[in-house]
């Protein structure tokens, strides 16, 4: 199920994925989904979010086991983050279905829209919208590197962005969620198992940082009367690398924005967009406050734009996990820096829990992501293990 997905939103000339949510590259993906539950005989619903459900059995008299990922990417990203979760979802249900099983409770397929936020810069954005964590009137006034605002881009999509907004009658179908997905490190691989469960999410942020300075002409102006926005950037930089080795955090400046943007022009404006996570939730904290204090000096501002506080999956689900998805011995119970749906979920109080796939080179969000086609096919397995489980 993975190859009819190789070729949408690839970029040829790097390998990497571009499927921004509700571009030309995710309306195909979303056509793929539903074709996939179209074969399956599984009762395919949108809620108001955008999100995508396929169910096998009516979860409207008794909350379902609900699994599935997202199909989004980050740009340029890999092949596995986000379509993995989904692709063995489809095929957990087929195993099922081959060993003669029928769940005792409804079993559904999520396709959550817009997890990595590559688009209006919010990660999770079914997910966040769905359990009423993010504002609709926020979320829709959010807007892309066009200026298209997520309600003028769900309008041209054939939505209705006035109903987006916590979703309790969605909600009320998901007893149990359980994602899987490609690890984004290689903590299996020096643990020598192809499958492991998530123990915690660390808390994690986006914080945009506005560096204003005077346009002006690149060679007429002397460098004593510049006010050039970049030499603040570049400060803030290298003190975020700084501060985050201090206090045993990470901190990635990713994305950036010069306004005007001409080579023979000193900038107007640097925009730039801190993403800081860590172990610790105080310490990632203190990260950014050191930086707010360093760029008040230079006139910059800042706002956060994302926040998830630390996420500890439900104990007794992620070891009744380990036990069943370890094939005789328990599975390896791993902390996680990355964000997931799951994460949101578990936050909006929906028990919920993650099974990861052996990545060998731990490489992500890059068209070097990888997963072996055995640890993927050990990853169906547990995760069918998992559902019979639940649903039994």
Not at 295 to 322: H, I, M, N, Y
Request: aromatic share 6%; charged share 25%.
């Amino acid at each position: 199920m993975l190859e009819p997905l190789a070729h949408i939103g690839r970029d040829p000339a790097t390998g990497g994925y571009v499927r921004d949510a509700w571009s030309a590259a995710d309306m195909e993906l979303r056509e793929w989904f539903a074709g996939e539950a179209g074969r399956r005989g599984l009762d395919l619903r949108e809620d108001r979010n955008g999100n995508l459900w396929a169910w096998w059995g009516d979860p409207s008299g008794r909350p379902g086991v609900v699994t599935g990922s997202h199909l989004d990417s980050v740009r340029q990203g890999g092949a596995y983050d986000g379509p993995l979760g989904v692709v063995s979802a489809f095929a957990a249900l087929d195993l099922l279905k081959e060993r003669g099983t029928t769940p005792a409770r409804p079993v559904g397929v999520v396709c959550f829209t817009d997890e990595e936020g590559a688009r209006f810069g919010v990660p999770c954005m079914g997910s966040r919208l769905l359990t009423g964590v993010l504002a609709p009137e926020r979320a829709l006034a959010l807007t892309d590197d066009s200026g298209d605002t997520l309600a003028d881009v769900m309008t041209k999509a054939g939505r209705a962005p006035h109903e987006v907004g916590r979703d309790d009658e969605t909600l009320a179908t998901v007893g149990t969620f359980v994602e899987l997905h490609v690890e984004q490190g290689q903590a299996l691989v020096h643990e020598g198992r192809p499958v492991g469960v998530a123990a915690a999410i660390w808390p994690h942020g986006r914080w945009r940082f506005d560096f204003h300075g005077r346009a002006d002409h690149a060679g007429t102006t002397r460098l004593a009367d510049r006010n050039d926005p970049m030499l603040p950037f570049a400060r803030m930089v290298l003190a975020a690398r700084e501060a985050a080795a201090r206090r045993d955090v990470v901190a990635t400046v990713g994305k950036v924005r010069v306004s005007p943007g001409n080579a023979n022009a000193i900038p107007g404006l640097v925009s730039a967009w801190l993403d800081a996570r860590g172990a610790d939730e105080a310490a990632v904290r203190a990260l950014v406050a050191d930086l707010t204090e360093l760029t008040d000096q230079a006139g910059a501002t800042v706002r956060e734009e994302s926040w998830t506080p630390v996420v500890d999956f439900d104990v007794p689900l992620r070891e009744r996990l380990a036990r069943v998805a370890g094939g005789g011995t328990p599975a390896p119970v791993l902390p996680t820096g990355a964000g997931h749906d799951a994460g949101i979920l578990a936050s909006a109080g929906v028990p919920s829990a993650m099974l990861f796939v052996r990545n060998p080179t731990g490489v992500s969000h890059s068209p070097d992501e990888h997963a072996e086609r055995a640890d993927c096919e050990a990853g169906v397995v547990a995760l069918a293990d998992v559902l019979e489980d639940l649903c039994g």
